[in-house]
C-alpha cells in the first residue's frame, strides 16, 4: 500500500497565516456593525445589530415572527412589537414596504399605529406579503 509522504508546515509559515486568519475575521464581520439605531417602536429608537440570517421558506408561521414595516423614504422602519410586549417573537421578523400614494407626511411614521392610520386613510399602501423573513436583536 503506498504511503503519503506528510511534510511540516515550517512554524514561521504556520503563525502567519494564524495571524491573518485571525486579522480578517474582524473585516468579514465589520459589515454587520456594532448595534445602530434600528427602528421605531411605538414612537422610541430601538437599535439592533444587522445579521445576515434568511428564515424565509422555513415554513414557519407568520404567527411566529413580528412585523417590521420599511416605510418608503425613511430611514427607520417601524417595528410593531419590542422586548417586553407580551406578544413580541424575539427579533424574528416579517418585512412589509409601505409606499407613500401622496405626499409623505413632515413627520416620520414612528409606530404600528401610525403606520396602520395612513394606510386607513389612503395615504399609504402596505405590501400584502413580507420581502423579507429575518431574525435581528432589538436593543433599548
Same mark, same amino acid.
Given at each position: ?14 503563525? #502567519?497565516?494564524? !495571524?491573518?486568519?485571525? /486579522? %480578517?475575521? =474582524? ?5 454587520? @456593525?456594532?448595534?445602530?439605531?434600528? *427602528? ?32 418608503? #423614504?425613511?430611514? !427607520?422602519?417601524?417595528? /410593531? %412589537?419590542? =422586548? ?5 417573537? @424575539?427579533?424574528?421578523?416579517?418585512? *412589509? ?44
Amino acid at each position: 500500500m503506498p504511503r503519503l509522504r506528510m511534510s511540516r508546515v515550517p512554524e514561521g509559515i504556520a503563525a #502567519g497565516t494564524l !495571524l491573518v486568519a485571525i /486579522a %480578517a475575521a =474582524p473585516v468579514a464581520a465589520a459589515g454587520l @456593525g456594532p448595534p445602530h439605531d434600528g *427602528f421605531y417602536v411605538d414612537g422610541a429608537v430601538y437599535r439592533t445589530i444587522g445579521t445576515p440570517t434568511d428564515i424565509s421558506g422555513t415554513g414557519a408561521p407568520a404567527s411566529s415572527f413580528d412585523i417590521l414595516y420599511a416605510v418608503e #423614504g425613511q430611514t !427607520l422602519a417601524v417595528a /410593531a %412589537a419590542k =422586548p417586553g410586549d407580551p406578544d413580541y417573537n @424575539g427579533g424574528r421578523w416579517m418585512r *412589509f414596504q409601505v409606499t407613500w400614494n401622496t405626499t409623505p407626511y413632515p413627520d416620520p411614521l414612528t409606530s404600528e399605529e401610525a403606520v396602520l392610520a395612513a394606510a386607513a386613510a389612503g395615504d399609504v399602501t402596505i405590501s400584502s406579503t413580507p420581502d423579507a423573513q429575518f431574525v435581528c436583536p432589538v436593543i433599548r
